[in-house]
């Protein structure tokens, strides 16, 4: 029997760190019965890879003939696909990225068809050709026979996709590749056939990749998965789900009587696919469009599902549950379509009361927790995976874990040691199995969660904190100021920043230095996690994790990553409130070291017009408008910013019907060349280091400064203030090209105290006109 031959995933030691392993050879499938004689009822006289070759059908007299098929599967699924495929047919396929290139009779095609559970979709090529142009695209799909695949009263559809190509985009690839078609059928038949973009009999694949395309029948595909509304969970195709449970030797485990659970099951993908390989049913199909092609043959196709032998009685125990009952009614609803409701237990629990089922001594526990998929790790997820790695350490002694996720800095807070790191694709999401071999022994339900203890070499970041917070609170509480910097990277071991948010703390980590071992770093990272809401007696709801990456700037710092404003939190500054968003963006939405620059502001601004470019959440707006401004105009390329420009001013007051206070969407070089004529008493220019937008000129302060200056010194009144300031560490003032100008650093008089330890965050000068 092939499950025998499974290795154990504990034991295994293969070299899994990029891809699911090879090392499950015919542990994945029923039968290791090899396609020794191939039926003779195939369509083709050659391979099908080019347009010509096609001959008239006369399947019962051919000699075998090999196809050639793309067999898609999960990125980083691919070699564990090959396996199984060799292990249906005999035949061991090309693996390429996303999936495998075979070339077989058509009778191990039906069997991968069948059999494969971890193929998404099984795709003959019917032509391969050059497609530089639409003509060329339109001639292509044409110089196929259609008539020959597509029976009359069949519908059909076509889904397009195009990389590193000329023809973009998809959807007029689709459109013309179907006119193609129908034409040709209509030549053929003197009728048009029907299009069901739905569900049609019949669906055709058109990918064109470097100019190339390549045009096939889907014979087979696993269903899709669908997200829920309202649920965080990203949910996995039953391809996907397969190949985590073969990956993890859970077809070898359930032959032998073991268990499988999943203690936040969502949709129940996971539960269902276990339940169906325990069973050895034949895997969920979403489609078999094998069924209305005009080439298929049902000796074959009946040869190939027979080959799968019959379904095993259930032995092992499978169990789903889910804090949501919702959830758990939805992954109920999917056990019974997939014929599996019998074989497995759907439960609505919370996960602190999941554990091992008794007298189970091993099994596997899996799951896909949500991944949150934002900017920075926040809010109740990271305690939910904290309490994840409580649960499987404490309730599933001597058992193997796989988390999957596509949240890196999650992953840290399960707080095991993974002896697997596999890298696979859910959907367009990168993500990553951790494997968690669990010890025998369970600690002792009063012993505290020791493998959660932090370093020794937190009681160093403790003593700053709780020093820190009695000196700068002091600070703070007396200014009245509830947003600062709390810590520093006073501790070179722990190199990173803690702002406290008025409830909420940001633990953002410093890129990390070469020489700084990895495994250190996580340590110390984990220590801050551990021990900041301990410190500051905060939930650890309330505290906010982020890491920033080299070149992670510029270009992708003001782009939302998140899904909605949900996160919005309102603070206090200088008597005046402010909408921050702890999760979704780079930044906060209130640059704390500016803070002095702004109070500055609001006294400068007392009847005078002011404008703010690069005015970002317009705080400084705030602040000048406070001060009594006759008027402002604030300037920014981003609409969402100066969205959250307005709430920030509605919510002190301020109204931005246009007339005081005008909030302009702009590139700013562009909005000074235009608007000459315009004067002001006080400026506010502060833009970022870089800058690259589709809808603008680049723009490197260092290099631009001097013409922005200029730019905005011309709209200046006689005896007008421009506050000038930048984050670009080595930033040098030209001085001699800004001729007629005043320029004076004022950086050091502005440095709020909570930044004393980095002088460099900001430069700040102030420009008035020369006398
Ligand atoms: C560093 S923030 C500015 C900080 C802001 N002045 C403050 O003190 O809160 C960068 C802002 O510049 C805006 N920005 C970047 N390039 C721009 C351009 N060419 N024209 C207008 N706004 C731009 C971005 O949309 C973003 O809101």
């Not at 932090?454 to 970041?461: C, H, K, N, R, T």
Request: proline share 6%; glycine share 10%; charged share 25%.
């Amino acid at each position: 029997m092939c499950l025998s031959a499974c290795e154990h995933p504990r034991t295994h030691q293969g070299p899994a760190q990029r891809g699911l392993s090879p090392a499950f050879k015919r542990c994945c499938v029923g039968s290791e019965q090899k396609i020794s004689e191939e039926p003779a009822a195939l369509l083709y006289s050659s391979h099908c890879g080019g347009t010509s070759g096609i001959e008239a059908r006369e399947p019962w007299r051919r000699p075998p003939v090999t196809l050639t098929s793309f067999i898609t599967a999960a990125r980083g699924a691919e070699d564990l696909l090959a396996v199984e495929i060799e292990a249906l047919t005999g035949v061991r396929p090309r693996v390429v990225a996303g999936g495998a290139s075979f070339d077989a009779p058509l009778g191990a095609l039906y069997r991968v068809c069948a059999g494969s559970r971890i193929a998404e979709r099984v795709l003959l090529t019917l032509g391969t050709f050059e497609a530089p142009d639409e003509d060329a695209l339109y001639a292509g799909v044409r110089a196929i026979a259609w008539e020959q695949h597509l029976a009359p009263g069949k519908t059909l559809a076509i889904r397009a996709t195009t990389s590193r190509s000329r023809l973009q985009p998809s959807h007029f690839i689709a459109l013309k590749s179907k006119d193609a078609v129908v034409d040709t059928l209509r030549d053929a038949r003197q009728r048009r056939p029907d299009i069901d973009p739905r569900e049609p009999d019949v669906q055709l694949h058109v990918r064109i990749f470097r100019d190339r395309a390549t045009v096939s029948l889907e014979l087979a595909s696993r269903p899709r998965p669908r997200r829920t509304r309202g649920s965080d969970q990203y949910p996995m195709s039953g391809g996907l789900a397969s190949a985590i449970l073969i990956h993890m030797g859970w077809p070898a485990l359930a032959a032998q009587g073991a268990a499988f659970v999943d203690p936040l099951c969502g949709d129940g993908r996971l539960v269902i696919e276990a339940a169906s390989i325990a069973l050895q049913r034949r895997p969920e199909r979403a489609s078999l469009g094998l069924l209305s092609w005009s080439g298929h043959d049902a000796d074959l196709w009946e040869e190939a599902l027979a080959a799968l032998g019959p379904q095993r009685p259930a032995q092992a125990t499978i169990l789903g549950s889910d804090p949501s009952g919702d959830q758990v009614e939805e992954a109920r609803a999917a056990a019974r379509h997939a014929g599996v409701a019998d074989g497995v237990r759907l439960v609505r629990r919370d996960l602190a009361d999941v554990s091992a089922p008794p007298g189970v001594g091993e099994g596997l526990v899996v799951t896909n927790p949500p991944y949150g998929q934002r900017l920075n790790e926040g809010g109740a997820l990271g305690p939910l995976y904290a309490e994840l790695g409580d649960r499987l350490k404490r309730g599933f002694p001597g058992w193997t874990a796989g988390v999957m996720t596509g949240n890196a800095l999650l992953s840290k807070r399960v707080g095991l040691k993974a002896s697997e790191r596999v890298e696979l694709s859910n959907g367009r999401v990168d993500c990553r199995l951790l494997v968690y071999p669990l010890r025998e022994q369970a600690p002792a339900a009063d012993e505290g969660p020791g493998w959660r203890k932090p370093s020794p070499d937190a009681g160093m970041l403790i003593n700053r904190l709780r020093k820190n917070r009695t000196r700068i609170g002091k600070w703070a509480r007396r200014g009245g100021v509830t947003c600062y910097r709390l810590y520093d990277a006073d501790i070179p071991e722990y190199n990173m920043a803690i702002d406290w948010y008025d409830g909420a703390a940001l633990i953002q980590e410093y890129q990390r230095p070469p020489r700084v071992d990895p495994q250190v770093a996580e340590i110390h990272l984990s220590d801050a996690l551990q021990v900041v809401p301990e410190v500051l007696e905060i939930d650890p709801e309330q505290v906010f994790l982020r890491v920033r990456r080299r070149g992670g700037g510029a270009a992708g710092q003001y782009t939302r990553r998140g899904d909605g404003d949900g996160e919005q939190r309102q603070v206090q500054e200088g008597g005046l409130s402010f909408l921050i968003n702890l999760v979704d963006y780079l930044d906060t939405g209130l640059f704390l070291d500016q803070r002095q620059i702004r109070a500055q502001l609001r006294e400068l601004a007392g009847g005078r017009r002011f404008l703010n470019l690069y005015a970002y959440t317009c705080t400084a707006t705030v602040y000048a408008a406070a001060g009594g401004a006759s008027h402002t105009t604030s300037v920014d390329l981003s609409q969402t910013y100066l969205d959250w420009g307005g709430r920030n001013m509605a919510l002190n007051g301020f109204d931005i019907d246009g007339r005081r206070h005008e909030l302009i969407r702009a590139d700013c070089g562009e909005w000074l060349r235009a608007h000459a004529d315009r004067r002001y008493g006080l400026i506010y220019a502060a833009p970022p280091t870089f800058s690259r937008s589709r809808r603008a000129d680049t723009f490197d302060v260092q290099r631009d400064h001097v013409q922005l200056i200029r730019a905005a010194s011309r709209l200046l009144e006689r005896d007008g203030v421009m506050i000038f300031s930048n984050p670009f560490q080595d930033f040098v003032m030209d001085h001699d090209a800004l001729t007629g100008l005043d320029v004076t650093e004022i950086t050091a008089a502005h440095l709020p105290r909570d930044f004393a330890r980095t002088p460099k965050i900001f430069n700040a000068w102030r420009v008035t006109r020369s006398a």
